[in-house]
C-alpha cells in the first residue's frame, strides 16, 4: 500500500502544496506507489542474491584449504611412522630375548629329566605335539615351552625366527647346544640377532650384515661379533 507521506511528497513536488485537489484524487499516488514497487524488488532481488552469495561461500572446502589439510596430515605421518616402527622393532627384540631365556630355562630342565640324552638340539623336542593341552611328556616333546615358540623355527614369533642346535658335542649325552634368534624381515620385524650356548648368557650381533638367519654356532656366538647382553 501507497503511504500518505508518499503521496504528500508526491503533491508537494508537482504542486508545491499539500491541500490540493489533485491530491485528494490520488493522481500521482499512483506514480509514487509503481516508484515504490520497484525499489522493494530491486531491495528483494539484492538480498536473494546476497543470500545466494553467502550460500555459495559456504558450500565447501577450496582446493587451497583442502592442499594444506593433506599437507599437515602427510608431515604427521612422516614423523608418526618411523616412530611406529622404531617402538615395532624394539617390542619385538624385548619379545626375542625373553623367549631365549625361557628356551635356556627349558634346556635345563630338559637336561634334568633326560640325563641319557642330555640337551635337546630341536624347538619341537622342548615343546608339545600340538597346540593345546599337552600330553604326558616324553622325550621327543617334554612340554617345557609352548607350541608357539616350539614351531618358531618355521613359524615366527613376534618377528623372530628361532634355532636350536647341537654345539660341540659329537656323542651322547649332549653336553652343549646353541640357541639363536633372528629378525623375519630386517629393519622392519627387527635389526639384532640374539644367541646364548649352555652358560645361559644372553648376546647379540648389531647385524649390519642385515642376516635373517639365527646363530647355529656355539663358537661364532662366543666371538668377536656378538657382544654381551647387559
Given at each position: 500500500?501507497?503511504?500518505?507521506?508518499?503521496?504528500?511528497?508526491e503533491?508537494?513536488?508537482?504542486?508545491?502544496?499539500?491541500?490540493?485537489?489533485?491530491?485528494?484524487?490520488?493522481?500521482?499516488s499512483?506514480?509514487?506507489?509503481?516508484?515504490?514497487a520497484?525499489?522493494?524488488?530491486?531491495?528483494?532481488?539484492?538480498?536473494?542474491?546476497?543470500?545466494?552469495?553467502?550460500?555459495?561461500?559456504?558450500?565447501?572446502?577450496?582446493?587451497?584449504?583442502?592442499l594444506?589439510?593433506?599437507a599437515?596430515?602427510?608431515?604427521?605421518?612422516?614423523?608418526?611412522?618411523?616412530n611406529?616402527?622404531?617402538?615395532?622393532?624394539?617390542?619385538?627384540?624385548s619379545?626375542?630375548?625373553?623367549?631365549?631365556?625361557?628356551?635356556n630355562?627349558?634346556?635345563?630342565?630338559?637336561?634334568?629329566?633326560?640325563?641319557t640324552?642330555?640337551?635337546?638340539i630341536?624347538?619341537?623336542?622342548?615343546?608339545?605335539?600340538?597346540?593345546g593341552?599337552?600330553?604326558?611328556p616324553?622325550?621327543?616333546?617334554?612340554?617345557?615351552?609352548?607350541?608357539?615358540?616350539?614351531?618358531?623355527?618355521?613359524?615366527?614369533?613376534?618377528?623372530?625366527?628361532?634355532?636350536?642346535?647341537?654345539?660341540?658335542?659329537?656323542?651322547?649325552p649332549?653336553?652343549?647346544?646353541?640357541?639363536g634368534?633372528?629378525?623375519?624381515?630386517?629393519?622392519?620385524?627387527?635389526?639384532?640377532?640374539?644367541?646364548?650356548i649352555?652358560?645361559?648368557?644372553?648376546?647379540?650381533?648389531?647385524?649390519?650384515g642385515?642376516?635373517?638367519?639365527?646363530?647355529?654356532?656355539?663358537?661364532?656366538?662366543?666371538?668377536a661379533?656378538y657382544?654381551?647382553?647387559?
Amino acid at each position: 500500500m501507497v503511504t500518505e507521506d508518499c503521496v504528500e511528497s508526491e503533491n508537494k513536488a508537482r504542486y508545491g502544496r499539500l491541500d490540493t485537489p489533485l491530491g485528494n484524487f490520488g493522481l500521482w499516488s499512483v506514480k509514487c506507489e509503481h516508484k515504490s514497487a520497484i525499489g522493494s524488488i530491486e531491495t528483494n532481488t539484492l538480498i536473494t542474491e546476497k543470500r545466494e552469495n553467502e550460500m555459495r561461500k559456504q558450500k565447501g572446502f577450496s582446493l587451497i584449504e583442502l592442499l594444506i589439510v593433506v599437507a599437515i596430515i602427510l608431515i604427521i605421518a612422516a614423523i608418526a611412522i618411523p616412530n611406529l616402527l622404531r617402538a615395532r622393532i624394539a617390542a619385538n627384540e624385548s619379545s626375542a630375548v625373553s623367549s631365549l631365556r625361557t628356551i635356556n630355562t627349558a634346556e635345563v630342565t630338559y637336561l634334568t629329566a633326560y640325563p641319557t640324552v642330555g640337551y635337546s638340539i630341536t624347538l619341537p623336542a622342548l615343546g608339545p605335539p600340538a597346540a593345546g593341552a599337552c600330553p604326558a611328556p616324553v622325550q621327543a616333546n617334554a612340554c617345557m615351552i609352548d607350541f608357539a615358540l616350539a614351531s618358531a623355527a618355521v613359524l615366527p614369533k613376534s618377528g623372530y625366527l628361532f634355532a636350536v642346535n647341537n654345539g660341540l658335542t659329537a656323542t651322547v649325552p649332549v653336553t652343549t647346544y646353541v640357541v639363536g634368534a633372528a629378525p623375519v624381515t630386517y629393519n622392519q620385524t627387527g635389526v639384532r640377532r640374539f644367541c646364548a650356548i649352555e652358560d645361559a648368557v644372553l648376546r647379540f650381533d648389531a647385524n649390519v650384515g642385515a642376516s635373517i638367519t639365527p646363530e647355529a654356532s656355539s663358537a661364532a656366538c662366543t666371538g668377536a661379533l656378538y657382544n654381551v647382553l647387559q
